[in-house]
């Protein structure tokens, strides 16, 4: 019997062996989902900013909130997400970012936080959505030009990124504003020559309010494309996934936007850049 005992070890371990490798084999077999990655029912919480920018973003509707967050939903369904979102002022976002009160940033981009002293760099996906830094005026200020310009009214948590070097240098005075609809009514009621608003939200927020019908873009002042980002310090997976989730649903991300009337700088500037 003591003879045996090495024999049966060696077959019981040959066919542990045989057991162990057919396991390893099914696992390869089957696709390695987000959920694998980072846990069973993943919640991933985004800081989101507060300001209302429908169409693009407003996630403190109840319901509808923006091309944005349809979009973000639609990857987060696909990948088996779940996104919690948290709104706090602009300038809160960055701080809680790094203090790993939130996984994520939204609506970011690389030009808003070069200036910030951190050792832990944002990464950032590829473009979410497309805005326009768009300048307003009164219609009869449609044409005049930047030294035409006394005022200009910036909405808070708004890099301004567009007016930073003709306010330095043809002395144009800031006017700080608590909202974008503020900033607008700013101009309307002539305590601003212009004001810095992204173009989509701007069109909104006038074809949902009367008094301001007479407000129009100038065409001649401060104009840019701008794009938000996701951005995170430490999902890079997450932003690496998004990026595939663009690729492969080309036409779903441009049903939406056409659903929500989003409108590329290219569409509203193109005959003054030709």
Same mark, same amino acid.
């Given at each position: 019997?003591?003879?045996l ?18 396991g %390893?084999n ?8 987000? +959920?694998?990655?980072?846990g ?8 989101? +900013? ?9 996630f ?19 990948y088996?997400?779940?996104f ?9 976002l960055? #701080? ?16 808003? #936080?070069?200036?910030?002293?951190? !050792? ?5 996906s ?15 200020n449609? *044409?005049?030009? =930047? ?7 910036i909405?808070?948590?708004y ?8 306010i *330095? /240098?043809?002395?144009?005075?800031s ?8 900033? =607008? ?5 002539g ?15 006038? +074809? ?24 995170t310090?430490k999902?890079? =997976? ?7 989730? +663009?690729? /492969? ?5 441009k049903?939406? !936007? *056409?659903?929500?009337? %989003? ?12």
């Open positions: 019997m003591s003879k005992l090495p024999q049966l070890r060696n077959v019981f371990c040959i066919i542990l062996l045989f057991f162990s490798l057919n %390893l099914a696992s390869a077999n089957q696709p390695v989902t987000s +959920s694998d990655l980072l069973k029912n993943t919640v991933l919480k985004i800081g989101v +900013s507060s300001l209302n920018h429908y169409p693009s973003f407003n403190q509707s109840p319901t509808d909130k923006g091309v944005s967050w349809a979009i973000l939903q639609a990857f987060a369904k696909q088996n997400y779940s919690e979102y948290i709104v706090l002022p602009p300038v809160r960055q #701080t809680a970012l790094e203090s790993g009160a939130i996984d994520f940033v939204y609506p970011d981009h690389p030009s808003w #936080t070069a200036h910030k002293p951190v !050792k832990d760099n944002n990464i950032y590829k473009a979410i959505v497309e805005a326009i830094s768009a300048t307003f005026v009164d219609s009869f449609q *044409e005049i030009l =930047l030294s035409e310009v006394t005022s200009v009214s909405p808070f948590g890099s301004a990124a567009t007016w930073m070097t003709p *330095e /240098e043809y002395g144009i005075y006017m700080p504003a608590r909202d974008l609809e503020m900033a =607008l009514h700013s101009v309307k009621t305590t601003a020559t212009a004001a810095d608003v992204e173009y989509n939200a701007g069109q909104y927020i006038i +074809s949902n309010n009367p008094s301001l019908s007479s407000l129009v873009i100038n065409k001649n002042l401060p104009n840019s494309r701008v794009t938000y980002h996701l951005s310090q999902h890079v =997976l997450v932003l690496e996934q998004i990026s595939q989730f +663009s690729m /492969e649903n080309t036409q779903l991300i049903d939406l !936007k *056409e659903k929500y009337g %989003l409108q590329k700088h290219q569409d509203i500037y193109t005959s003054v850049n030709e």
